[in-house]
């Protein structure tokens, strides 16, 4: 069932076009701003909106208690309130959570699926264990400051040694966000469960691309999205329904722009061929 969810979440129109546009979520503890790059280098013709998750950038948080199946709904009825029938999904890691739980709730929605440094698989108790003891931190001290280290393992250690030009530019993207905001995505990443089972039912395009020096979401998570999915782009797809990125991290969309756009580029492509 859907949520009553917020219908307004911020949307910024990164390139303009015609026909079945590209969603783009983002990752955490990020907003829109991750994807402007990305979206300069995609083909000319493909519309890109970028969306602001709630309690991220632009968009509020509503007061509904942490949950990546929130977020789902919110994203739908903000694009179906805009007037989008269907998209081409693509999320970032939490983006790539949101997305997936898109694709189980709404799956008319959704034409396509790119997942981009991402997993279907959920925390392990370690992991959802340190996600509540961030957020309380987050909560505590009313400040972002708990996660300004991340950068220095979102990156990869190509972007470390030759793209230190990053590091500021991340920083002020993270100081940006909103203490709630941060608090309430990580716990409602916590909660989320493994969502393997849904890209066995998909039958839209799907593209997985993974930074090759990703420690985060690494290549045998992507390798196992892609093998649940079962390659449904077909033979026409060839192997770019996995795209590793060289030289890149867990934040691939942001250190090599370029190659993430031209695997999303070809997603749309066949998006539109299979329609
Ligand atoms: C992200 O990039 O969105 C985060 O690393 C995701 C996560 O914490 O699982």
Redesign the pocket.
């Known amino acids: 069932m859907t949520s009553r969810a917020t219908r307004n979440l911020a949307t910024f129109t990164l390139r303009d076009g015609g026909g079945v546009p590209l969603v783009l979520l983002h990752?955490?503890p990020?907003d829109h701003r991750m994807w402007a790059a990305c979206a300069e280098h995609l083909p000319p013709g493909v519309r890109a909106i970028a969306v602001d998750l709630p309690g991220a950038g632009h968009s509020d948080l509503d007061g509904f208690p942490p949950s990546i199946e929130h977020i789902a709904d919110a994203v739908y009825l903000t694009m179906t309130d805009a007037g989008e029938g269907n998209a081409v999904v693509v999320g970032?890691?939490?983006?790539g959570?949101v997305a997936l739980a898109l694709a189980e709730r709404h799956p008319g929605f959704v034409a396509g699926l790119g997942l981009v440094?991402t997993k279907s698989t959920a925390d392990t108790e370690e992991a959802r264990a340190k996600?509540l003891r961030i957020a309380a931190a987050v909560d505590a001290t009313q400040t972002v400051d708990a996660v300004l280290g991340m950068p220095a393992n979102?990156v990869g250690a190509t972007s470390t040694e030759h793209r230190r030009n990053l590091f500021p530019v991340l920083d002020s993207w993270i100081r940006a966000q909103s203490p709630a905001g941060v608090a309430w995505s990580q716990r409602a990443?916590a909660s989320r469960p493994d969502r393997t089972y849904v890209l066995d039912r998909l039958d839209v395009p799907v593209a997985v691309v993974v930074g090759a020096e990703d420690s985060?979401?690494p290549l045998a998570e992507a390798e196992h999205m892609v093998r649940a999915a079962g390659s449904p782009l077909g033979p026409a797809m060839g192997d770019a329904a996995l795209t590793l990125v060289p030289g890149a991290g867990?934040l691939s969309v942001v250190e090599e722009p370029q190659a993430v756009a031209a695997a999303l580029g070809l997603l749309h492509t066949h998006v539109v061929a299979h329609h």
């Open positions: 990752g955490f990020l970032h890691s939490m983006g959570y440094n996600r979102l990443m985060i979401t867990h």
